[in-house]
């Protein structure tokens, strides 16, 4: 949803196996789960329908998320044909040599390699965004003129520029260390995984203006303080943060981002201005359980372990890609290293890695989606006793989502699982419908009452 895309390739790995750094929670995409049973819920009817769309808005709704599809597949192959490209037809080995043509300095020269490589693979890519934003325009998702939206993707790059040396610090590394640079690249990226983390929401005024959520909505502060006070944690007014997103968008969200100091939670104003208090409770309900949980030290920890198979696996795929093509790729060695180690020798390194992504995508995807079903259930218990009916308040704010983000009320399954990061919208909203386990003085999975 938001721009950032394969900025830092190696980083991303690790990401996409939890989807951390922020958890945006929309009504996004979602998968098939089925509803785990809980004390005294009753069986799900399969018929159920708990979200549903308006005639109108159900066509374009499922439209709309054929055109998104498109876009995710076609976007991500693309992604691999145009480092393919850049390798086979040697633009990548020219870059390089030009780079020792101009500049002196062996690391200045990295750096001016890695930095053309990031703004052709963003000049590449443009196209999809362009569809992609022109979209979510003719469907009412966005507001954001073009002028606003092109600065956005100007400052993104410039992000992603800052971002060079990492690049010329695992080339560098594959240089040292030809035969075990995969261990020492999945040492040294936990702690820029910590970094980006931390550093995110020091990031996100860049691209929209935030004000504390006390200013304006100290009425709904107030209410939100009584659900800190239910779940202990320790989120006080002067971390809750208001995003005026209105100016871009229709869409409605919050999230919770940051790591220590940065630790945040922040509400679209889309959100806070077009939901009523109780769902925006809920809303927070499920953000909290984000932290209670602990969700993002878990995914950190997961993504740590798969990543170290990952990139295992992907050293092994690149080096048969090195011996499969190395000679017409025209990688050379440097002295004394592997012609991995090359700048170009680095791209086939970030084509295996984008290859493993692709692949694992469901696998990070079904985490995820574990978590925010978990944040779901957290999340409306969180509010019982604090609005009158949890139930009739969670499933009226995931339709209010699922509107507002013209979701698909029957997403294909297989689709679901492949690409969802939270369960569909209507999956959620089902689960809340039956979800009551205060009936007979019961009570739910995380709270005593
Ligand atoms: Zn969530």
Known sequence: MMLVRRTLPLLCLALLLTGLTSRRCSGQPAQAQPAPATTAVPAQPASTQAYTLPPDKLTKAITLSHIRLALEIVGSLWGLAVLWLLLSFRWAAELAAWTERLLRRR?????????????????????????????????????????????DHAKSLGIALVGTPVYLLFNWIVRVSPRRYWVWIWLVTLPLIVLSTFASPLLDPIFNKFEPLTKTHLALVARLEQVVARTGTKIPPERMFLMKASAKSNGLNAYVTGLGATKRFVMWDTATD?????????????????????????????????????????????????????????????????????????????????????????????????????????????????????????????????????????????????????PSVQNRANFALHYDPWVNGGHGRFFEK
């Open 107 to 151: 690391w200045m020269q990295g750096l001016l390699f890695f930095a053309v490589f990031i703004v052709v693979d963003t000049v590449a890519y443009l196209p999809f965004s362009l569809i992609g934003h022109y979209v979510n325009l003719v469907y009412g998702i966005s507001v954001q003129g073009w002028l606003s939206w092109f600065g």
């Open 274 to 422: 077009r939901l009523p208090d109780d769902e925006v409770l809920f809303i927070f309900g499920h953000e909290s359980g984000h932290y209670v949980l602990n969700h993002i030290p878990k995914q950190l920890a997961g993504s740590t372990a798969g990543s170290f198979f990952v990139l295992w696996a992907c050293a092994g795929f690149a080096g048969w890609l090195m011996r499969r093509f190395g000679a017409r790729w025209q990688l050379i060695s440097p002295e004394g290293s592997t012609p991995l180690a090359s700048r170009q020798g680095f791209l086939v390194l970030l084509f295996a890695l984008s290859v493993a992504g692709l692949i694992l995508q469901p696998a990070g995807n079904t985490f995820s989606r574990h978590f925010e079903h978990e944040a779901d259930v957290y999340g409306q218990e969180a509010i019982h006793g604090l609005v009158a009916d949890p139930q009739k308040t969670t499933v009226s704010a995931f339709n209010h989502l699922g509107e507002a983000w013209l979701e698909d009320p029957n997403p294909n399954a297989f689709v679901e699982f492949w690409t969802y990061s939270h």
